[in-house]
């Protein structure tokens, strides 16, 4: 049961277009190397906000806010986030959910105003991912890339081009599963605080960033970039 999560009070950069708050809930069925947030992946983060709290403010706060990014850790792990989803909703906030994408089944049934998908790579790679190693992934991830490009929700698919994760060919073949999508959101990988905290601290060059950019352009997909020069 959610009771409670990180919060942010007010973004505007976690709903595109809109200021929103933003909840990070725990729990991840991913084990990300690079992750920058492993106190809620590993669920021993705290500093949550309790779920009580958080709806009070969203309810002093309508019409003053225009949405709320449901994000994590991995926010469909949870069974009960549609309890969640139809509150917020209820308030009349628009609802942008942040995924992984290894519940295709759990997406469109909380009927989210808009979507982010993060694409770690190829799928073929996934269980690298996995904790379990979990074979069944790559299917998950095909089949939520094509329930969300076929939704006709809002939605942008995202990629963080961590070293050893994702390289230039996974990216031409990430594009290849892209066609018809609104953006694919490339960002560069920042160092820092991780999951594996003896995950490089390397990064690609500008130069190799840019090729990977120029390849989802060349593949004629709408991109965003993020954390690059």
Known sequence: ????????KTTRINYPGKVAAALFLSGCDLRCPYCHNPALVLNTADDLVSLDEIL???????????GVCISGGEPLVHDDLGELVKAIKGMGYLVKLDTNGTFPDRILALKPDFIAMDIKTVPEK??????????????????????IKKSGIEHE????????????????NICKLLSGAQYYVLAGYVPGHTL?????????????????????RSAG?????RNMD
């Open 221 to 225: 997909i709408p991109l965003k970039l």
């Open 56 to 66: 009070a403010y969203l309810e002093k706060r309508r019409g003053l806010l225009q």
């Open 1 to 8: 049961m959610i009771k409670s999560a990180g919060f942010i």
């Open 196 to 216: 594996d905290p003896d995950f490089t601290q390397d990064t690609y060059t500008n130069q190799q960033l840019h090729q990977m950019a120029d390849i989802v």
């Open 157 to 172: 698919f995202r990629t963080t081009v961590a070293p050893g994760i994702v390289d230039i060919e996974d990216i031409q």
């Open 126 to 147: 996934y269980p690298m991912l996995s904790p379990t190693n979990d074979a069944t992934l790559p299917d998950k991830i095909k089949a939520s890339i094509e329930i």
